[in-house]
Nanobody, 123 residues
């Protein structure tokens, strides 16, 4: 059973940066696709970024060029570096792990989820 714990959320001004971390236990990230999703107030949960077992990365159009997903195999941790943050990036950010084949941007394809971390961007 894979357990995921996110950290690094907080309050930041528009234009600022945050780095989210997702620490995994109970399994290895080496062959697992990892994703970040977010859910704003009153909105659906949306795809943000994913990194596959081979290291390839994918981003939602709304964050491409501003956010970077990466991982540290030794620490079994995935990161989401968020730069040039905008008020519309405000959301609860969730880390997820996918052990089976599926679409990177489909939240129903992911098997394990963290509890989420709040990111608030003030204008």
């Amino acid at each position: 059973q894979v357990q995921l714990v996110e950290s690094g959320g907080g309050l930041v001004q528009a234009g600022g940066s945050l780095r989210l971390s997702c620490a995994a236990s109970g399994g290895t990230l080496s062959s697992t696709a990892m994703g970040w999703f977010r859910q704003g107030p009153g909105k659906k949960r949306l795809f943000v970024a994913a990194i596959r077992g081979g290291g390839s990365t994918y981003y939602a159009a709304s964050v491409k060029g501003r956010f970077t997903i990466s991982r540290d195999m030794a620490k079994n941790t995935v990161y989401l570096q968020m730069n040039s943050l905008k008020p519309e990036d405000t959301a609860v950010y969730y880390c997820a792990a996918r052990v089976q084949r599926g679409s990177d941007d489909d939240d129903s394809a992911y098997d394990y989820w963290g509890q989420g971390t709040q990111v608030t961007v003030s204008s």
